[in-house]
């Protein structure tokens, strides 16, 4: 299993980001795909999820209305938009796949919201 995730950087309060993540060495439609997010000095917390199917999606209560989640399963791509960003959202995200019992993490991409 490999997760890679792209596209971090450094935004102004109120822009806009999509994060990816390119997911390999596994059926990547059959599994639920989540982002999280670790701020320093902070536990890792649960951003988005989205079902394998991509029809159900789960967002912690910071990030709804803002952030949303998406997939490509022919691409074994997933995203995450995130609008109206704050200074609070400054953290590493990462992507996440929990397969027979063993979670999976990409790297990390840094995002930054500063002005």
């Known amino acids: 299993v490999q997760l890679v995730e792209s596209g971090g950087g450094l935004v102004q309060p109120g822009g806009s980001l999509r994060v990816s993540c390119a997911a390999s060495?596994?059926?990547?439609?059959?599994?639920?795909m989540r982002w999280y997010r670790q701020a320093p000095g902070k536990e890792r917390e649960l951003v988005a999820a989205?079902?394998?199917?991509?029809?159900?999606?789960n967002y912690a209560d910071s990030v709804k209305g803002r952030f949303a989640i998406s997939r490509d399963n022919a691409k074994n791509t997933v995203y995450l938009q995130m609008n109206s960003l704050k200074p609070e959202d400054t953290a590493v995200y990462y992507c996440n796949v929990r397969r027979q019992l063993t979670d999976y993490w990409g790297q990390g991409t840094q995002v930054t919201v500063s002005s």
């Open positions: 989205m079902g394998g199917a991509g029809g159900l999606t």
């Open positions: 060495g596994f059926t990547f439609s059959s599994y639920a």
